[in-house]
Structures are given as C-alpha cells and as structure tokens.
C-alpha cells in the first residue's frame, strides 16, 4: 500500500519562505500527477499546485503565482512546494495528494485518489 508523507511545515512571518515535500512511497504504478492542496479553518479546501509527470508540465492557483513553485525529484519520489513571499492569507493546513491518471481539473481535489495526511503552515504578519 503506498503512501504519501509530507514534512516542511511550520510558523514563519510574512515574507518568510518554507519548503514542503511529499515524499510518495510503497506505490508499484507511476503516480502522473501530484498536487498540492491547501485548507484554511472556515474555507473550502483549495488547489495551490500541480506537477504533471508525463510532460513536466506545472499548474498554479492565481493566489500563489509568482510566488510558489512545485518541483519534482525523480531519485528521491518526491514533490516540493517552495513557498516564498509568504502572507498570513497563506495560513493552511497544507496536504499533498497523487494519482495515476490523467484527469482534469489538475487543480481538483476530486481527480486525486491519494492523500498525506497534511503539515501546518501558520504565517504571521
């Protein structure tokens, strides 16, 4: 059974960055597509990013373009979310998700079939 972990949350003031990483093991099939989603308490949960494996295609919500870039290191199965000019609007419980297929919306969280169980992203202004 695989399984998704994130590490790299924490608490950092606006401006700030931090570096998230999923790191997918235990999966016998190639994951195509990984995302990052994020919740913050009283708000739907929101797409931020999308890696698309087959083309290296990338994808990003208007609200962290510029500003949050996903990445993938193929050796080490892992998704990073480098987040730079942090804003305390970007306060969420972030989680990664995968799938092994091609579905669209890349930023829906209904395409995606595997899920981390979240790491906490607090940003003070």
């Known amino acids: 059974q695989g399984q998704l972990v994130e590490s790299g949350g924490g608490s950092v003031q606006a401006g700030g960055s931090l570096r998230l990483s999923c790191a997918a093991t235990?999966?016998?099939?190639?994951?195509?597509?990984v995302a990052w989603f994020r919740q913050a308490p009283g708000k739907e949960r929101e797409g931020v990013a999308a890696?698309?494996?087959?083309?290296?295609?990338?994808y990003y919500a208007d609200s962290v373009k510029g500003r949050f870039t996903i990445s993938r290191d193929n050796a080490k199965n892992t998704v990073y979310l480098q987040m730079n000019s942090l804003k305390p609007g970007d306060t969420a419980v972030y989680s990664c998700?995968?799938?092994?297929?091609?579905?669209?919306?890349?930023?829906?969280?209904?395409?995606?079939?595997?899920w981390g169980q979240g790491t906490q992203v607090t940003v003070s202004s």
């Open positions: 998700a995968a799938s092994r297929w091609t579905r669209s919306p890349f930023l829906g969280a209904e395409t995606y079939e595997y």
């Open positions: 235990g999966y016998t099939y190639t994951l195509n597509r």
């Open positions: 890696f698309y494996r087959p083309n290296g295609s990338t």
